[in-house]
Every structure is written in C-alpha cells, then in structure tokens.
C-alpha cells in the first residue's frame, strides 16, 4: 500500500525546524571531538569570550570586534585570518549536521579578512643540509624524500601529496602540476641528488600511484609521513 504525505504541511516543519540548544562552547566541543584536529585549541580564546552565547546568537559585529581587538594586541593578520577560518569551519559542520536552525547563516561570512604580508624564511645552506640529512634518518625513508622534494622545488605540501608518478620525469629532473592554486599548470624541479634518492627508494614505480600513499592504498598521505596522527583534543597547552 502506497503510503501519502501532506508535502505542504511537511515542507513547512522542516521550514520551521529550530537549532539544536547548543552555545558556542558546546558547539565548539562537538566540533573538536568530531575532528580532533586541534581546532578547540585555536578556538579557546574565543570559546572564553563567547562561548556562554547561544551558538546561533553570535553576531558579526561581535566577532569583527574581536578581531579586531586582537591586532591591536599584537596578533598578525594571518592569525586572526586562521581563527576566524576554523570558526566557519565550526559553523559550517553544524549545518551539515542539522544542528543548526534552518535557513542559518555563519556569522563568520560577513565578516572582513585581512590583508597578510608574505611570509619569508631564510635558511643558511648548512642548515638546509642539516634538515635534510635529519629527514633522511627517520625509520620510513619516504619522509626524506618529502622534504627533499619540499626544499628543491619550493611546492606547496598538498601539490606534492596530489602527485603521481606519471607527473615525474627521472631524465629531467622535473614534477608536472596539472593544475595549482591559481588554476595554471607549473612544472617542480628537483635536484640529481633527489633524483638518486627517488631512484634507489622506487626502483618499480607504477604511473597510476601517488608518490606518497597513506595507510590505505590509493589515499594520500596527510603530511608525507604514513600514518601520522591527528592532534588530540586533549593536546592543548596550558
């Protein structure tokens, strides 16, 4: 027997459904349980200002402020920036969740980013040589070649996580990016130092592969080192 549905009078409870009670703390926590990536860390400050607030009352005028605040006590840009990033990420899980009301909108999402200088750091060859030669002595060689390929090419990490070993050329030294951030390819040059190493780690290489697969084959790796962890909720410094 086909079951009915009064649609109209269904559409208007879904239409009606309110946000799960939660304040920005709790939410905050979930989300760091959820995820376990450190984001209840970043988020402390924040959770102490606001977190007693209904998560669904917090506005962007509130948030501006705080931003705000914390440039003029010495934050940089980029940390307000990264901040305001993993609050959206907060909010932008509920929805997924169905926790928050319908019809939400992140408070987050009005509010104004700032601009960031860039960032330079400058490594004395002797050093660059000290790292790499650290990087080589951990126990999965792999990771030695991670960071090789990081200092002779200047790559992003996730351009060369996303790599496959059809994007190598041994013969001239170089890692083809289909596409970047910028959404244009570029080409990665490498050293005939480097070449060796990839050489002796990976004497068979199948094109189809990633050349830094995690635990499960066919997934990347998430920071070039198989089987690295996630940061632990419980891993805040005091």
């Not at 090789?148 to 890692?175: N, P």
């Not at 050293?191 to 997934?219: C, M, N």
Request: charged content about 30%; aromatic content about 8%.
């Amino acid at each position: 027997m086909r079951k009915t549905i009064d649609l109209a009078a269904a559409v208007q409870a879904v239409s009606q459904q309110p946000g799960q009670a939660l304040t920005l703390g709790e939410l905050v926590r979930a989300y760091g349980l959820s995820h376990l990536d450190g984001s209840d860390c970043r988020l402390r400050k924040w959770v102490h200002s606001f977190g007693t607030l209904s998560a669904w009352d917090v506005d962007p005028e509130q948030l501006e402020a705080a931003a705000q605040a914390m440039l003029e006590h010495g934050y940089s840009p980029g940390s307000v920036n990264r901040d305001l990033g993993a609050l959206g990420s907060v909010y932008r899980w509920a929805k997924s969740k169905r926790l928050s009301p319908r019809g939400f909108r992140s408070p987050t999402l009005s509010v104004r980013r700032f601009d960031e200088p860039i960032r330079r750091v400058h490594l004395e060859a002797g050093q660059l040589e000290a790292l790499r030669a650290r990087a080589r002595a951990f126990r999965d060689r792999r990771f030695g070649l991670f960071v090789s390929l990081l200092i002779d090419t200047g790559a992003r990490k996730s351009e060369l996580l996303e790599r496959r070993w059809s994007d190598v050329d041994l013969d001239r030294r170089e890692i083809l990016v289909p596409v970047t951030k910028n959404g244009t390819p570029r080409v990665l040059f490498f050293s005939t130092d480097t070449a060796e190493l990839i050489l002796r780690l990976f004497p068979k290489r199948s094109p189809e592969k990633l050349l830094f697969e995690g635990r499960v084959p066919g997934s990347r790796s998430r920071s070039g080192r198989p089987g690295t962890r996630r940061r632990s909720i419980w891993g805040c410094e005091a």
